[in-house]
């Protein structure tokens, strides 16, 4: 096996003293050097110690800095025989930038999370005071507590979609929603039409039921009613997994006739809708009003999933499905095998929240308004090239770089401490390099700073990286 010196590694990698953390740094250049060619694969890597002592670094940085590329797959170590560069398998998921964790010193723009809304602390309070009325039972609803569901039906009833609570199935989020839809659905060899770009976890999850994937392009403009009807025609879909309300991550709405038509095409191709509508009330301007999607279809054809993720917040983890109440027990009975039901505290929260969603809707409306405009205007100002279309709802910017790899300008802007969501995350096979998503779920200021430091990286690469100010350290 062919070996590396210290010296030849650190003229390969070269990291600015600056960068910080300088472990993840160092990290990154290696790994892009791996991908890059410069450092073959299957080449043994120099020892921590020698590695440390040629960079003037201590050898706890060297030791966290391959620490990182064997969780990623980029190097591979047995005690007594070094370690030498790998590539990683392609279903491994520890690469995966969702797992990044509070607390590393980075802005957070990977993930669409708006913080929680000031009724939380009342709602939580009223949950405690009813939970002990539950407690003769023995704690387990596996359609859900039916105060909840009584509340999630109303709504639905009022947006134009007549819902009894029979028909809701509570979840343990809208990520649990999405995976029980494709273990009912969904068997090995089925054609599953997605969105590009869409959700990533919602290709994870279809992925793993075996799903065979077939895309239909979406812009800010929206979608054409026709690729749609003809794609799933043509692949036989078996499942189609859609967004059409402020789409994530392009924030586009769909208009009542394209969703009446699309409902059409799917029950004439045979394909079950999947419809996602977990930014359905966050219309942020005057916006045509439009129908739950399931409005234009039967119940057996049109599957919708909610949450109350961006609504209120993520940290409670309840979702919900709407089906027709004989599919909602088929997807209880199958979810029994996952976790039996979802927390009964937390869904007690949610229907408090529930009889304030006026209030809190509209709070929320405001935050994100003002972030979306603070967003847009240090865009424009510091990076005038970069095209994008501002939502009318939703949570974020999808926005088409002049020049140069998303994935790249990720790497570099996690070196500057901000980190962001490249367009391959949102695609499939590698696609959409030319994109990035931009959440605007933060408060004002931290986006304008995570403007300031994508404009650095954009102009000196990760060898300018500067340390993350202790002042936004609480913030991230």
């Not at 929680?116 to 309070?125: F, I, T």
């Not at 096979?429 to 200021?445: I, S």
Request: aromatic share 6%; glycine share 10%; proline share 7%.
């Amino acid at each position: 096996m062919r070996y590396l010196s210290a010296g030849q590694l650190a003229r390969l990698v070269d990291v600015s003293p600056q960068a910080w953390p300088y472990y993840r740094a160092l990290a990154d250049a290696m790994r892009e050097a791996v991908m890059g060619g410069q450092i073959p694969v299957r080449v043994r890597m120099p020892a921590e110690r020698h590695l440390a002592q040629t960079l003037g670094v201590s050898r706890t940085t060297v030791t966290a800095a391959y620490d990182v590329l064997r969780e990623r797959g980029f190097l591979e170590s047995r005690r007594g025989s070094g370690s030498w560069t790998a590539l990683p398998d392609p279903a491994a998921t520890a690469d995966n930038p969702w797992l990044a964790v509070d607390g590393d010193g980075l802005i957070q723009l990977h993930a669409a999370a708006p913080p929680a809304p000031s009724a939380l602390r009342a709602a939580m309070l009223e949950a405690v005071d009813e939970a002990p009325r539950y407690g003769m039972g023995n704690g387990y609803h596996p359609l859900g507590l039916p105060v909840l569901r009584e509340r999630i039906a109303a709504r639905y009833t009022e947006r134009g979609l007549a819902t009894r609570p029979e028909q809701i199935l509570v979840t343990t989020g809208s990520q649990q929603a999405i995976e029980i839809a494709f273990g009912v659905c969904v068997r090995p060899g089925d054609a599953v039409l997605v969105e590009s770009p869409t959700y990533p976890h919602a290709v994870d999850s279809a992925r793993r039921h075996g799903a065979r994937l077939v895309s239909v392009g979406v812009s800010a403009g929206g979608w054409h009613e026709d690729l749609v009807s003809s794609a799933m025609r043509q692949a036989g879909a078996r499942l189609a997994y859609l967004m059409p309300d402020f789409q994530n991550p392009t924030g586009a709405l769909m208009d009542d006739g394209t969703r009446a038509a699309v409902a059409a095409a799917a029950r004439r191709a045979g394909t079950v809708l999947l419809v996602d509508e977990t930014w359905s009330e966050l219309a942020l301007e005057e916006t045509p009003r439009t129908a739950p999607m399931a409005a234009f279809g039967a119940d057996g054809d049109v599957i919708s999933i909610g949450s109350a993720s961006k609504l209120w917040w993520g940290g409670l983890r309840i979702g919900w499905i709407r089906a027709s109440a004989a599919l909602a027990r088929r997807m209880a009975l199958h979810r029994a095998s996952i976790d039996i039901a979802s927390p009964v505290l937390e869904q007690l929260v949610v229907a408090a929240l529930f009889d304030r969603l006026a209030e809190t809707a509209a709070e929320r409306r405001r935050g994100l308004l003002l972030s979306r405009d603070t967003l847009a205007a240090a865009l424009r100002e510091l990076l005038p090239a970069w095209e994008w279309t501002a939502p009318r709802g939703g949570g974020t910017l999808w926005i088409r770089l002049d020049s140069g790899s998303a994935v790249a300008l990720a790497e570099a802007a996690a070196c500057h401490g901000v980190r962001i969501a490249p367009g391959p995350w949102f695609g499939l096979e590698g696609t959409l390099d030319g994109y990035l998503r931009l959440p605007f779920t933060q408060p004002p200021q931290v986006l304008r700073e995570a403007v300031r430091r994508l404009e650095r990286a954009r102009r000196v690469g990760r060898t300018g990286a500067v340390r993350v100010p202790d002042a936004l350290s609480p913030m991230v």
